[in-house]
């Protein structure tokens, strides 16, 4: 790509500071939780790049973290559960990617936002799948993960609300989800590219991102201890209800 076309994706005056603060914010709560990343970046950096872009700079940003935790959550996952999963995952991110691609944007933002939000209060309300697991539930839980993380980027929380309801150690369910993330990022990938959504233009957006993402991950990272755990975890919160907020198309005549 020439410089000039270069520049020409890259984001101007208020859509750069939300892209900016996107992923410095989403690079913290990475950081210091491991979760939420996605679910305070794709809103902001939708209001900069809209949906279409931000969603598959999401995936190129987490490349690198999928990278280096999936040999260590092979080990330890329980891998026929996250075979099932990743069926699902298999099924439904194709369809995400459709609606991120078929939709049109101003109204794939209101929807980016309400879903979020709606994630978000599954997240804090601490519940937990109690049933007994079963094949095409599990199944379902991946593809519902999947038609969310294809549109967005965001396929944990169901996923993780299913993981924490089963019985086995913390070790294994956090080795599970981070499998079950690698496999939902590889789908993506796929889908991404075969619509045409991971192209050239992202590089820009992409290295004026990853710098403010990797220092929010390290600030994350050294932050942990500092505060306790609930605490940061209801600034998680706040930060990811303030992001789908802000990203409402309502706030466009104010905010860019």
């Given at each position: 790509m ?9 984001p ?10 996107g992923?410095l ?6 950081g210091?939780?491991g979760f ?12 900069a790049?809209?949906?279409q872009r ?24 329980d891998?026929?559960a996250?075979g099932?999963l990743?069926l699902?995952?298999?099924l439904g991110t194709?369809l995400?990617?459709?609606v991120?691609v078929?939709?049109d ?8 936002a309400?879903v979020?939000l709606?994630?978000l ?9 109690r ?5 095409p539930?599990t199944v ?6 999947g038609?969310?993380?294809g ?14 309801g089963?019985?086995g ?12 993330l690698?496999?939902g ?5 796929i889908?991404?590219?075969a619509?045409?959504?991971?192209d050239?233009?992202?590089l820009?957006p992409f ?14 990272v050294?932050m942990f ?8 975890r209801?600034?998680?919160?706040g930060?990811?209800a303030l992001a789908?907020?802000?990203s409402?198309?309502?706030?466009d005549?104010?905010?860019?």
């Open positions: 020439e410089l000039e076309g270069l520049s020409a994706a890259l101007r005056g208020a859509g750069l500071a939300w892209l900016l603060a992923a914010a989403g690079g913290l709560a990475r210091f939780s939420g990343a996605a679910l305070i970046f794709v809103p902001l950096a939708s209001v790049l809209g949906p931000a969603a598959p700079l999401m995936l190129l940003l987490e490349a690198f973290a999928i990278a280096a935790l999936t040999p260590g959550a092979w080990r330890l996952a891998r026929r996250v099932w990743a699902g995952a298999l194709p995400g990617a459709a991120l078929l939709a944007p101003r109204a794939l933002r209101w929807g980016v309400a979020i709606g994630l209060a599954l997240v804090a309300s601490g519940w937990r799948f049933g007994r697991p079963a094949a539930l379902g839980v991946g593809m519902a993960g038609v969310l993380g549109v967005a980027m965001v396929s944990g929380p169901p996923v993780i609300a299913y993981l924490l089963q019985e150690p913390a070790r294994q369910v956090r080795a599970s989800f981070a499998l079950y690698a496999a990022g590889i789908f993506a990938g889908a991404y590219a619509a045409g959504l991971l050239a233009a992202l820009g290295l004026l991102a990853a710098p403010a993402y990797a220092i929010g991950i390290w600030g994350g050294a201890g500092l505060a306790s755990e609930a605490a940061f209801r600034a998680c919160y930060m990811i789908a907020l802000l409402l198309p309502a706030w005549g104010v905010l860019r």
